[in-house]
């Protein structure tokens, strides 16, 4: 009579569980089960308890619940997991379970107890947030290399044809000017001011398609570009600037060069504007096909928390680019330490690395 009372206590203290909830013994043999397990077995009480997984779950569920109840009768640790298997409708559902050691007064392991949640709106939803962040991933790709279509393209007309016009002119303006007599008194200074307008113009011409797209990149490649981008900022800058190439004999293809050169133009442009280094040091190595770049200040270092806009994005479009390649960014950094950006970069292209929810 005392064992009747106690497994009804038992059902009755499960049955205040909403989810799957179950008792057994050493032997993996069920004590007590609730109605929401009896449910989805579709079995009375006394057809489940005494029994043993094998004899009333499919082959290949019941082998794992056996393995996974004996991990925890033989590790005394909790155990947690999530399993596909068939609901009541028939249609596949997903459920996360989590069994855990039953102690007797002197610590000795009797049995298990376990719940099973049914979590398949969760697992939807966070299916449907990842292939939404795979969507938004894909498009960032394809908007930046857009862009950077884009920039080669204005880049190279402003070279080509707007930079011609303006070298003509400038030609055509030294002519008139060595050919203006003394008498022309007041119009000389007017052709010289103009020569100078055309020089600057020129420089400015120059600046301003390398900014959108620095056309070494393309013609060159990415160890003059970068030799040449290091060049400029320390030129145009305090910077003290140490570039180290382990190999500078080797070609990198399109993407590759654009998101190094891209990473190390962000790093350098937030160094000048936000850390008030005086040195910097960028190192590329190669180690098993793939491109490592180390971008090394001596700065400040980042703030905490806040940091402004420009600079965040700054970081995320890093991030992003070493992300399409299927590489990736880190970015170390204490407050008056300095700042120190690791990128790796897959030289034959990878998947984007996938999004893994907690």
């Not at 009541?88 to 949640?117: M, N």
């Not at 930046?144 to 070279?159: F, G, K, N, P, S």
């Not at 020129?202 to 620095?214: E, F, G, K, N, Y």
């Not at 060069?257 to 442009?269: K, M, P």
Request: one cysteine or more; proline letters at 5%; glycine letters at 6%.
């Amino acid at each position: 009579m005392k064992s009747l009372d106690t497994q009804q206590q038992q059902r009755a203290l499960l049955d205040n569980i909403p989810d799957m909830a179950w008792l057994k013994d050493r032997d993996c043999r069920y004590l007590a089960v609730n109605t929401a397990y009896l449910r989805v077995l579709g079995l009375s009480e006394k057809d489940v308890l005494g029994k043993m997984p094998s004899e009333i779950w499919p082959p290949e569920i019941a082998e794992v619940y056996l393995r996974t109840d004996r991990a925890v009768l033989k590790s005394g640790r909790r155990r947690r997991y999530e399993e596909s298997r068939r609901g009541p409708d028939g249609e596949p559902r997903w459920f996360e379970t989590i069994k855990s050691p039953i102690r007797d007064e002197s610590g000795h392991i009797i049995g298990t107890v376990g719940i099973s949640r049914d979590i398949s709106e969760r697992k939807a939803a966070e299916d449907e947030l990842v292939a939404s962040r795979t969507q938004l991933r894909a498009l960032s790709h394809y908007l930046q290399t857009v862009r950077e279509e884009e920039r080669a393209h204005i880049a190279r007309e402003l070279h080509d044809e707007l930079g011609q016009t303006l070298t003509a002119m400038k030609m055509d303006l030294v002519w008139l000017r060595e050919r203006l007599s003394a008498d022309n008194g007041a119009l000389k200074p007017r052709v010289e001011r103009l020569v100078g307008l055309a020089d600057r113009s020129v420089t400015d011409l120059q600046r301003i398609a390398s900014d959108l797209r620095p056309l070494m990149l393309d013609e060159l490649g990415l160890v003059s570009a970068v030799h040449w981008l290091t060049d400029t900022v320390a030129g145009q800058s305090n910077l003290n600037i140490n570039l180290s190439f382990d190999r500078e004999d080797l070609t990198y293809g399109p993407e590759v060069s654009t998101a190094a050169f891209r990473i190390v133009q962000e790093a350098l442009t937030n160094i000048v504007r936000h850390s008030g280094a005086r040195h910097v040091t960028i190192t590329a190595c190669h180690a098993e096909d793939e491109l490592h770049i180390e971008i090394v200040d001596d700065g400040c270092g980042l703030p905490p928390t806040a940091a402004s806009p420009r600079l965040h994005h700054g970081l995320l479009g890093m991030h992003e680019r070493a992300n399409m390649l299927g590489g990736s960014v880190a970015v170390e950094s204490a407050p008056g330490g300095g700042t120190r950006v690791r990128a790796s970069l897959p030289l034959k292209q990878r998947p984007a690395a996938q999004e893994v929810l907690p």
